[in-house]
């Protein structure tokens, strides 16, 4: 089975940055993604990692090491739009992925 | 707007009642997807159609029936539901390639309450 393990809820203040860390344990791998889902909404792709490293994109960036079974979302320059769940989500093989319980992002003022 | 319409977005029904969730992909997608999300729990996948054909289905108990006609329509026949099936009924799609990433699209979702 796959066990993906991502905090229940975090706060930052509007203009920081946050890292949302995400730890799995498969059998193997085959990519790991972020969404983001704000409230009521369909979640939405952020990002793909499949190798180790960093991924940027824009304020957003994914980072992945695949020997420790790790990965992490950081967010810069904080809006309030920014305030939803993060979901992480593993494969294994195949195409299928599976996903943590997410994390429910507030950013105030 | 993600390409994935699902209808309808809200639905009430007693236990005895028989309805059914639509869900339309316009992306050219080749795989489509029923997840349940459900307060406080992760995405549970329910079943997976790849090439019309039914791939996955997670123990799902048969009162949930799903039905793929071609490869842009995906339906979730439901009958005779329990209470603990009120849940997000979350369809997505995505394009399954050796050169493509995987990402699903994901509609809007179904709220489902059972009385």
């Known amino acids: 089975g796959q066990n993906i393990d991502q905090p229940t809820e975090m706060t930052a203040t509007e203009g920081a940055i946050v890292q949302i860390n995400c730890t799995y344990q498969?059998?193997?791998?085959?990519?790991l993604f972020w969404y983001q889902q704000h409230a009521g909404e369909a979640p939405t792709f952020l990002s793909y990692?499949?190798?180790?490293g960093l991924e940027e994109k824009g304020r957003f960036s994914s980072f992945l090491s695949r020997s420790k079974g790790y990965s992490y979302l950081l967010l810069k320059e904080l809006q309030m739009k920014d305030s939803a769940s993060y979901l992480c989500?593993?494969?294994?093989?195949?195409?299928?992925?599976?996903f943590g319980r997410g994390t429910s992002l507030i950013v105030h003022p | 707007e993600t390409g994935v319409t699902q209808t309808p977005r809200h639905l009430v029904m007693g236990m005895t009642n028989k309805k059914s969730l639509k869900c339309e992909q316009h992306?050219?997608?080749?795989?489509m997807y029923w997840y349940k999300q459900s307060a406080k729990k992760p995405l549970e996948l329910m079943f997976v159609?790849?090439?019309?054909?039914?791939?996955e289905n997670n123990s799902v108990p048969s009162r949930f029936s799903p039905e793929c006609p071609n490869s842009s329509h995906l339906f979730l026949h439901l009958h005779t539901l329990q209470p603990e099936d009120s849940a997000l009924y979350l369809c997505?799609?995505?394009?399954?390639?050796?050169?493509?990433?995987?990402?699903?699209?994901f509609g809007e979702g179904s709220r489902l309450t059972v009385l």
């Open positions: 498969t059998s193997g791998f085959n990519g």
């Open positions: 159609y790849n090439f019309k054909e039914q791939t």
């Open positions: 989500a593993v494969r294994d093989w195949g195409y299928i992925p599976t």
């Open positions: 990692n499949v190798l180790d």
């Open positions: 992306l050219g997608h080749n795989a």
């Open positions: 997505a799609s995505s394009l399954i390639s050796a050169a493509n990433t995987g990402e699903l699209f």
